[in-house]
């Protein structure tokens, strides 16, 4: 299956704003994957070390 030919068909266009849908597509994921990554992180409790009780 062809994804372009795909997508051509049903919208009319492979680009937006100039760049290839594909670019698009890759920095959707990159920015899913920073907020995924943010979420874990942040919800995890800080660790503290024995020394810092002293």
């Known amino acids: 299956m062809n994804w372009t030919n795909l997508w051509l068909h ?6 937006w ?7 698009w597509v890759a920095t959707g994921l990159v920015l899913l994957l920073v907020l995924l990554m943010n979420v874990v992180f942040w919800a995890l ?8 009780h002293k």
């Open 45 to 52: 409790p800080p660790r503290t070390s024995p020394a810092a």
């Open 17 to 23: 704003l100039g760049l290839n849908l594909g670019f």
């Open 10 to 15: 049903l919208f009319g266009t492979t680009s």
